[in-house]
């Protein structure tokens, strides 16, 4: 996808329409063939991160958009004044027991990376991953273990 993106403007631009759209589901797969590019051609995609606010604030109940969105996020680097409102949201949905498995692994990842510069952050959100494995992990072995994983990096972060 990235080579037909580099090298037709109009497919591009027919891509980056259908993204802002208004259609969840048309949204929601082409978040998930964004997925396949590599890290390094992701910013081809401009303004990736504000899209994909935009999207998951707009269908906060698509399951597809709020996963593979973040799913997204977790790889690109995120604007300094996005965020606050990254974490935010993300946080937020860290919180709800309804979001998927597979969208808090991702959420936990997004939060961590912004919340290393900012040990209060870190803190809150270390209490948030454990309740998490609390309420989740038994029966969950992919928020067990990234919960874990991501708790890991906390407490090494706290230590420095």
């Given at each position: ?31 998930w ?7 390094q ?20 109940e ?10 997204l ?25 309804t979001s998927?498995?597979?969208?808090k ?7 961590y ?21 609390f ?15 991501v708790?890991k ?8």
């Amino acid at each position: 996808m990235a080579k037909e993106i580099y090298a037709d403007e109009a497919f591009a631009s027919s891509i980056f329409k259908k993204l802002e759209s208004g259609n969840a589901k048309v949204a929601s797969n082409i978040l998930w063939s964004f997925r396949s590019l590599k890290r390094q051609e992701l910013p081809i995609v401009h303004n990736l991160c504000h899209k994909i606010l935009c999207l998951i604030e707009e269908f906060p109940e698509e399951e597809g958009i709020l996963r593979d969105g973040t799913a997204l996020l977790q790889e690109i680097q995120i604007p300094e004044d996005l965020q606050s409102k990254v974490f935010d949201m993300c946080f937020g949905f860290l919180q709800n027991s309804t979001s998927s498995i597979a969208s808090k692994a991702f959420l936990m990842t997004v939060c961590y990376r912004i919340a290393e510069s900012f040990p209060e952050l870190l803190k809150e959100l270390a209490l948030q991953i454990q309740e998490n494995i609390f309420l989740q992990g038994s029966t969950s072995p992919g928020i067990y273990t990234r919960g874990n994983a991501v708790l890991k990096k906390i407490n090494q972060r706290l230590r420095k």
